[in-house]
C-alpha cells in the first residue's frame, strides 16, 4: 500500500477509534432526522393538513422515544424546538405548487428580483428602496412578471392589513431619513436630538 493511504487509513482508524462512543448518537439522531426529511419531501403528494398531521406524529415518537444519552437529548430537544419555530409556514407549500418549498427554492425566488433590478438600475448593491420596501417590492417585482393584474386585483381586502404594512414601510424610511441626516450633518442632528430631549424632561 502506498504511504500516502497508510497514512490516510491511520488517521481514519485513530478518528473512529476515538469517536467510536459518539456513533450510536450519531446513528439514532440520523435516523429521526431522516424520517424527518423523507416526510417533508412529500413524495406521496399529501395536502398541507396530512403533512403536518403525520410530522406531528414524528414529533410526538420523537419527544417520547428513550435516549441513549443526554447530547443526544439535547440535540433531538434543540431539533423539536427549531422546528416550532418555523411551524406556522412550514406546510403551506404542500397545498401551493408555486410556493418555494426549499431555502434554495426561496434563494432562487429572490435572486430574480435581484437580477431584474441590476438590469434596471445598474447598481450591483440593493438599493435603498429594495431595504426598506423589500416586502412589498421584491413580491410585487416577482408575482407582477408570472401574472398581469388588474386595477380591481390591486385594490386591498383587508384595509387594516393595508393601513398597518404602510406604517411599518413608513416607519422604516424615516429610520433611513434619520440615518442620512446624522451622516450629513453629525452636530446639527444631534444639537436637535438633545433639545428635543431637553424639551421633553421639562415640566409642563
Given at each position: 500500500?502506498?504511504?500516502e493511504?497508510?497514512?490516510?487509513?491511520?488517521?481514519?482508524?485513530?478518528?473512529?477509534?476515538?469517536?467510536?462512543a459518539?456513533?450510536?448518537?450519531v446513528e439514532?439522531?440520523?435516523?429521526?432526522?431522516?424520517?424527518?426529511?423523507?416526510?417533508?419531501?412529500n413524495?406521496?403528494?399529501?395536502?398541507?393538513?396530512?403533512?403536518?398531521?403525520?410530522?406531528?406524529?414524528?414529533?410526538?415518537?420523537m419527544?417520547?422515544?428513550?435516549?441513549?444519552?443526554?447530547?443526544?437529548?439535547?440535540?433531538?430537544?434543540?431539533?423539536?424546538?427549531?422546528t416550532?419555530?418555523?411551524?406556522?409556514?412550514?406546510?403551506?407549500?404542500?397545498d401551493?405548487?408555486?410556493?418555494?418549498?426549499?431555502?434554495?427554492?426561496?434563494?432562487?425566488?429572490?435572486?430574480?428580483?435581484?437580477?431584474?433590478?441590476?438590469r434596471?438600475?445598474?447598481?450591483?448593491?440593493?438599493s435603498?428602496?429594495?431595504?426598506i420596501?423589500?416586502a412589498?417590492?421584491?413580491?410585487?417585482s416577482?408575482?407582477?412578471?408570472?401574472?398581469?393584474?388588474?386595477?380591481?386585483?390591486?385594490?386591498?381586502?383587508?384595509?387594516?392589513?393595508?393601513?398597518t404594512?404602510?406604517?411599518?414601510?413608513?416607519?422604516?424610511?424615516?429610520?433611513?431619513r434619520?440615518?442620512?441626516?446624522?451622516?450629513?450633518s453629525?452636530?446639527?442632528?444631534?444639537?436637535?436630538?438633545?433639545?428635543?430631549?431637553?424639551?421633553e424632561?421639562?415640566?409642563?
Amino acid at each position: 500500500m502506498p504511504g500516502e493511504l497508510e497514512r490516510m487509513l491511520t488517521f481514519l482508524t485513530k478518528g473512529l477509534t476515538e469517536t467510536a462512543a459518539l456513533w450510536p448518537d450519531v446513528e439514532q439522531g440520523y435516523a429521526w432526522v431522516h424520517r424527518a426529511a423523507h416526510l417533508l419531501s412529500n413524495d406521496n403528494k399529501l395536502s398541507a393538513t396530512q403533512v403536518c398531521q403525520t410530522y406531528e406524529t414524528l414529533l410526538a415518537e420523537m419527544e417520547q422515544a428513550p435516549t441513549s444519552s443526554e447530547l443526544l437529548a439535547t440535540m433531538l430537544s434543540t431539533f423539536r424546538k427549531v422546528t416550532a419555530s418555523y411551524w406556522p409556514g412550514l406546510f403551506h407549500c404542500y397545498d401551493h405548487v408555486d410556493l418555494p418549498r426549499t431555502n434554495n427554492d426561496l434563494e432562487q425566488y429572490f435572486g430574480s428580483a435581484r437580477y431584474h433590478e441590476r438590469r434596471a438600475t445598474g447598481r450591483k448593491q440593493a438599493s435603498p428602496g429594495v431595504v426598506i420596501r423589500g416586502a412589498v417590492r421584491v413580491v410585487a417585482s416577482v408575482a407582477s412578471r408570472q401574472h398581469p393584474f388588474s386595477g380591481p386585483e390591486l385594490y386591498p381586502t383587508d384595509l387594516t392589513r393595508w393601513h398597518t404594512l404602510r406604517s411599518e414601510l413608513n416607519h422604516r424610511h424615516e429610520a433611513r431619513r434619520m440615518q442620512y441626516r446624522f451622516r450629513k450633518s453629525p452636530e446639527q442632528y444631534l444639537a436637535a436630538l438633545e433639545e428635543k430631549l431637553s424639551k421633553e424632561r421639562l415640566p409642563p
